[in-house]
């Protein structure tokens, strides 16, 4: 009985491994291939959704974090050209939000009015983040029609040597002398005559430089960045 025992013992000694082979190590780099290869997926989803600014984001990462992997070779191909659409993609947003629309209710309809800052400030105030900046506005009103006029809230525009007309410059084109009209109750706007002519120009700008004379300043060039402009805002056409 124990010379069986033993010879079994044997048998299964012989059948087992003695020496198991150990699965095969993880490669590094096909792990990381594989992960570049997933956020590529998703780059170019981005891309093809023309979310930039995400597309971008992901396209540094992908290089960054996978520099040697093919999905780097590949998102390299065009990250140059989603960054510069991501540039532009948010500089469209900042232009936008510089400006400032209202739509109030006047009798005989409504009044509508489109508003933006100068990028230069009036003096007075220590922090130039808090410094007054004349508005330029576009307005149409169901009585008076549409006007386009430089407001100042708590200055006054100096017209003793003159305000009939303002240099005006949309772009880098030279300026050009535009008519303007103060009014004689002394309130602190100073109307562009040609409203239509200066909006269908404004609408095609990025910047519109104005010159004025503020009282207690001298004269100073006004630039607006109206590259953001909506001309849905201002929805009834010129009377």
Partial sequence: MALLAAAGALALAACSPQNPEAPPAPNPAARANAA???????????????????????????V???????AAATARQTLDDVRAKATA????????????????????????????????????????KDAERIQLVLRQHPKW????????????????????????????APPQRMKATILPTGEPALFIDDDKGFIAK????????????ITGEGPKQFVFEVGGFDPSKLPNSPK
């Fill in 36 to 62: 570049a290869a997933k956020e590529l997926a998703l780059y170019d989803q981005m891309r093809a959704s023309r979310s930039w600014e995400l597309a971008a984001s992901l396209g540094g990462e992908i």
């Fill in 145 to 172: 029609g549409q006007s386009v006029y430089l407001l100042l809230d708590n200055a006054k525009f100096d017209c003793r040597k003159g305000c009939a007309t303002l240099p005006v410059a949309f772009d880098d």
């Fill in 89 to 128: 993609e948010r500089e469209t947003r900042r232009l936008a939000k510089l400006w400032s629309y209202t739509a109030v209710p006047e009798a005989g309809g409504t009044q509508y009015a489109a508003a933006i800052a100068s990028r230069e400030p009036l003096k007075g105030a220590p922090d130039p």
């Fill in 64 to 70: 960054q974090k996978y520099p040697a992997s093919p």
């Fill in 202 to 213: 404004l609408e095609k700008a990025h910047t519109v430089s104005i010159g004025a004379t």
